[in-house]
């Protein structure tokens, strides 16, 4: 571990941040959208760990705002699955710009 | 180039190449599968970096919770054979150019700072440290660095989301409509 610098695992952190963001930007469908999401919330947490183990080694708080991170992640994955669910029901469609209508 | 060094630029190169696949693929099934590899690739990195309990957590509650809630829905609401349609050209071209910007700025912000000049970066005793043990006993307990607070804030989050999926997904009943 310790031949790599830190700098290298923020490079892929930064890296796999902005392929989240392409997919943000690139993508229409509400699940590939959501699935991008993920990506950006995996790329912070390597960045906690990282930081973590390579400055603060005797310490545990990234460790802990990553648990938190991923608990956080699948509350917001379920909602939004349900939200996604409920808009098909109502549109028949999960593409963003079908969703144009506020209703309940 | 170590052993150590040579698994992670694998592992990393595993992690890019499944996360651009998973953004990128025209099949919607075949993105979650690769998000699928991308995820354990993360929980990789987190055993290259001898978090073992994050890997594990991240095994559990990615690969077995999210991405298998996300192939449901994909059931639910799509039909999975047919391909997406193609983004616009004009704004993928505009993507590609935002985030390789965004990429190259940050990457250029991380390589002029000098990260753990002091001495931190050696950390060699580290083993014992992040043990399940500790991380429980830390976790719940009440005295400085203590995370009782925030765990039980999460409990309450955790049960406020299950709620709230419930009655957003519910089926109204017909004659209301």
Not at chain 2, 76 to 100: E, H, M, N, Y
Request: net charge neutral; glycine share 8%.
């Amino acid at each position: 571990m310790s031949q790599v610098p830190l700098s290298h695992v923020l490079f892929l952190s930064t890296a796999l941040f902005f392929i989240g963001m392409y997919g943000l930007f690139t993508r229409r469908n509400m699940i590939t959208m959501l699935m991008s999401v993920e990506l950006i919330l995996n790329s912070v947490n390597i960045n906690f760990i990282a930081f973590n183990k390579y400055l603060y080694p005797e310490k545990l708080e990234g460790v802990f705002f990553t648990l938190f991170i991923i608990a956080i992640a699948a509350a917001e994955a379920a909602v939004a699955i349900a939200i996604i669910i409920n808009l098909y029901r109502n549109f028949h469609s999960i593409d963003v710009e079908d969703a144009d209508e506020m209703k309940f | 180039m170590s052993v150590s060094a040579v698994i992670f630029y694998i592992l990393s190169f595993f992690i890019l190449v499944t996360g651009l696949l998973a953004v990128t693929s025209r099949k919607i099934f075949r993105s979650a599968i690769w998000l699928l590899f991308s995820l354990t690739g993360i929980a990789g990195l987190y055993f290259w970096l001898q978090m073992e309990f994050i890997a594990a957590v991240q095994i559990v509650v990615y690969v077995g919770g999210i991405v298998v809630l996300i192939i449901f829905s994909i059931f639910l609401t799509q039909q999975s054979g047919k391909d997406l349609p193609a983004p616009v050209r004009v704004r993928s071209i505009f993507s590609v150019l935002a985030v390789c910007t965004g990429f190259v700025l940050t990457c250029l912000l991380v390589r002029g700072y000098a990260f753990g000049q002091a001495g931190h970066v050696a950390g060699g005793g580290a083993g014992p440290d992040a043990s399940v043990g500790n991380i429980g006993a830390q976790l719940l307990s009440t005295s400085e660095h203590g995370y009782v607070l925030p765990f039980e804030v999460i409990s309450i989050l955790l049960l406020a989301a299950m709620i709230g999926c419930i009655v957003i997904a519910i089926k109204t009943k017909p004659e209301n409509k």
